[in-house]
């Protein structure tokens, strides 16, 4: 049973991948380990939090003060932001001792999200290549990028590979991370030490490259250079042979037989039968315009009410990879969920020409089809305009977001109805509280019946005589502004005397409730001087029952004084 504490994290914006950051040679440093897989940790991502009733934000940015290349994490809430801190905890933790002057510490990665399922599905979505580590004796190997290549021996692995490993070398066992790449050519490795390059090697293949490294540096001499690049392992090596199935280029789609092979390989599973796949790529390949809006393209050859699923689609853009398309969309998915992809097997200039359009706000963001049903469009109009004409607050807006809020996901609600995440928190509050749309419950009213008159005389009277109190000649309640009086008894001797005399009167709480406050005082230090002593000099008399006890020697006239 997991035992964590569980909190409600929004993820606000998705962020982005950073070719040099993730997939370069600090990459290790931006994918965290979660049940066996790592995830990437996003650029510009942001999470929201409630601790509290505050809404913190977290966001990721690119360097700390000590790292220039690894992950910084910024808190803000209430209008305060914090420092760069290299770990989610360290941000939070500070801002809420500012926020609370408390010492309360929450975990960073449950505050992100990090175990939340559906945040991690939404992080991985659209990575071209799902990083992971593998073991080499104690050594863990993280490897960040592969590509193949027809050389049996690198073990059919090829340019763009990169692997990496952090190791102590030298007497003061300096912390060292170990980048090894290979490139078209050659193959190479740099030894990084706080982030800059101490050494550099290169070689026709691995075994070239750390025989350089052993005439220098003394350290892993028991596996030869493949294993320590980690190309000899069984899981890089597993990789290798998926990424060898034959793939072909745009000149090439006329090969029914080979097209179908890879058709079955990516598509097969994923897709009905009766969709004509084939035909649509052939199309394609007689259009004149390389380039293709996915979504609105498949949409096409489906049938009109068709759902596409997630999955389907990921074996699209695999299939699409495989015969020699190139996926050129210009922008990040946070802002559209348009694809566009490019049969050409010279990318560069397509691309360019869409980043060009892009930046010059001549595309349109918005899938021509998102909501195909009127009915649909209909709806969030209705909704909209009825949140605008509800007042703010508990009883408006926010009472009506609920009837959704909890159907819809945050991007969902906020594309269509345009409203903050703060908002769409509150209303998914309010439905658990109360229900979706429903009246807010009322809280009880408690009622306090006020004392009579005539119980008010009888509590009077009770502590005027003599009996019972003793009233101070010099000292009054700051509150009341009534002469304090020194209760003779206990509270409950008094009580009990007080039943007796008014059976009827006062309950004993509301008694006990009356005797509250500084007034109603029982054995004080009365040592004191009254103003008027004070004036003429007169010094603190003693306990007077200790006086008598000494100079009055008869017990007769002792007790006649006590």
Known sequence: MNKCKKYDVSLIKVGKLDEELHFGAFGRFWWKSRDNILYPIRLEMKTLVTLNKTHFIITVVKGTSVAAFQ????????????SVYDTPSGAIN??????????????????????DKEINKRILDDIPFQPFTIMVGNLQIFIGMIGVSDQENLGYVGPGYLSSFI????????????VQQIHQRHCSMALYQDERIKLKYSGKNPDEVWKEVWKKIEVLQNWDGKTLFGINHEKTQNLVNILRTPSCTINEWNNEIMMTQLYKQHLYKFTPASIPWYEFLLNWKEYKCNIIELYSALENIYPEEYQFKEREFRAWKALLRSIGCTNITPFDKDKSDKEFWTKAENP????HVLIYLYENNFLDMSLPD??????????????????KVNKKGIDGKRRILSIIADDFSYEEIRTNLLVAPTTIFDARKYA?????????????????????????EQFSIFFEDKANVIMSSYKSDAKTQLPVLYLKNTKKALWEKFQETYPNGLKRTTFYCQLEGNRYQYREDMGGLCAICNTYGYEVFGYLKNLIQKEVSLMEIQVKLD
């Open 348 to 351: 560069i200039d397509d691309k």
């Open 370 to 387: 998102d909501n195909p049903n009127p009915i649909v469009n209909k709806f969030w109009s209705c909704f909209n305009e009825s949140l």
């Open 71 to 82: 992950p910084g994490y910024i808190c803000e809430a209430n209008g305060i932001t914090s």
């Open 167 to 178: 190791y102590r070398v030298g007497e003061e066992k300096i912390r060292t991370l170990f």
């Open 432 to 456: 658990r509280l109360n229900g979706p749309g429903a009246k807010q419950i009322e809280k009880p009213i408690r009622t306090v019946a006020k004392l009579s008159q005539e119980k008010l």
């Open 94 to 115: 500070f801002l809420y001792h500012i926020l609370f002057s408390s010492k309360t510490r929450f975990s960073g990665p449950l505050i992100c999200g990090f175990n």
